[in-house]
């Protein structure tokens, strides 16, 4: 599926980039950058809409080529859900998508791998398409991949469909999986108790042992185990430890909280930057 290729390019790149920079000896790196702006230069100069062509300051332009003012434009930690196609200056396709899907990723997480693409949808508003031109160290890098030379400037045709906060993000979750929500904090953090258990919360400054599967919001497992604690003492993230000192002990429940109560905008080793995240918990009585 021409999906697959895409995901794969998209986590890639960034490996390929950063090693065959590495390498690359320094007065060769600036003379393709200098040879990729002639060329992108060139192309613009040929476009019909060339000269409506904008140039950012980290070295990438763009031609807005559908606009739509009352759109909405992506802000860091949005999932952004878009159409991309990708290509050759000479015309040669190297990414492509079904018509049917798209390709969600977070803004400014900088996890694609494709750094123009991060970069790019922060330029448009939901409903736009744009044509981005992007200097090799802004694309797929200096090093060689399969259909694509080392050093290629890229044609990025880019359609932005949708843009969801994290707090969006999470309520569609619980809409999708109708979930009944038991408590809703004002920052963000979502309890839903799955079993009924009578008696005071747990509260602060209290030793309790919580059995846990950590879960991306698609699904994916990142955790599992079971982990004692004392509530209160920045032992865990802020999400997790809220909500459990809101519970009863032999109390399970759900909680769902936003990267702000979580590992924030830098994420952690498992977890990349801006990432809502999904508890099943269980309290041991």
């Not at 140039?55 to 878009?82: C, E, H, Q």
């Not at 196609?85 to 791998?113: C, K, P």
């Not at 408590?183 to 108790?193: D, F, P, Q, S």
């Not at 919001?217 to 802020?238: C, I, Q, R, W, Y």
């Amino acid at each position: 599926m021409k999906i697959k290729f895409l995901l794969l390019s998209l986590t890639t790149s960034l490996v390929f980039g950063i090693t065959g920079c590495m390498k690359s000896n320094e007065s060769q790196d600036e003379e393709k950058i200098i040879e990729n702006v002639a060329a992108i230069e060139a192309f613009i100069n040929s476009d019909s809409q060339g000269s409506s062509a904008i140039k950012d300051t980290t070295g990438f332009y763009y031609i807005n080529r559908v606009s739509n003012p009352s759109g909405i434009t992506p802000k860091l930690g949005d999932a952004a859900s878009v159409n991309i196609n990708a290509y050759l200056l000479n015309g040669t396709q190297v990414i492509s998508y079904d018509d049917d899907s798209l390709f969600t990723f977070t803004v400014g997480a900088y996890n694609t791998g494709f750094y123009g693409l991060d970069l790019g949808v922060t330029k448009m508003k939901t409903g736009e398409k744009t044509t981005f031109l992007l200097p090799y160290y802004l694309a797929f890098g200096s090093a060689n991949q399969t259909n694509i030379p080392g050093y290629s400037p890229i044609r990025m045709e880019l359609e932005l469909i949708k843009t969801r906060t994290e707090e969006q993000q999470i309520d569609d979750f619980v809409a999708k999986k109708q979930f009944v929500v038991s408590e809703k904090t004002t920052n963000g953090l979502v309890i839903i108790r799955t079993n009924e258990v009578l008696g005071d919360a747990i509260g602060a400054g209290k030793s309790v042992s919580v059995k846990y599967v950590g879960k991306f919001l698609n699904g994916t497992t990142f955790d599992s185990g079971t982990f004692p604690f004392t509530t209160g003492t920045n032992a865990t993230v802020a999400g997790f430890d809220t909500a459990i000192s809101k519970m009863r002990k032999g109390e399970k429940a759900i909680i769902i909280f936003p990267s702000s109560l979580g590992y924030g905008a830098s994420g952690s080793s498992s977890i990349p930057g801006y990432t809502p995240l999904y508890f099943e918990v269980e309290v041991a009585q």
